[in-house]
């Protein structure tokens, strides 16, 4: 079992970025394939960027290349989502998942562990 908690969401201007935290409860964390995904009222959660148990791949939606960097400690059993050059339709509920499949994965009925999710709005 892994449990997993974001932080770091809020408010921000266009433009603006924000950085998201997810910890997760586990010893084993590195052995963890991660991704973010992202939710907007009314539509179904979307993929964002995926990393490998290493850090060693990503993968990002075209959506997000060139704005945002996914990157993990495997000491501190955190990932995170440096956001920069926010736009008004990044904003969503930002989740957190794992699997333990140790490969890039972009869906979301591919991850096992999923964290309780933070808001992320982006004003124009």
């Known amino acids: 079992q892994v449990q997993l908690v974001e932080s770091g969401g809020g408010l921000v201007q266009a433009g603006g970025s924000l950085g998201l935290s997810c910890a997760a409860s586990?010893?084993?964390?590195?052995?963890?394939?991660m991704g973010w995904f992202r939710q907007a009222p009314g539509k179904e959660r979307d993929f964002v960027a995926a990393?490998?148990?290493?850090?060693?791949?990503?993968s990002y939606a075209d959506s997000v290349k060139g704005r945002f960097t996914i990157s993990r400690d495997n000491a501190k059993n955190t990932m995170y989502l440096q956001m920069n050059s926010l736009k008004p339709e990044d904003t969503a509920v930002y989740y957190c998942?794992?699997?333990?499949?140790?490969?890039?994965?972009?869906?979301?009925?591919?991850?096992?562990?999923w964290g309780q999710g933070t808001q992320v709005t982006v004003s124009s």
């Open positions: 990393i490998t148990w290493s850090g060693g791949s990503t």
């Open positions: 586990r010893r084993a964390f590195g052995l963890y394939a």
């Open positions: 998942a794992a699997t333990s499949v140790r490969r890039i994965l972009t869906t979301p009925g591919e991850y096992r562990y």
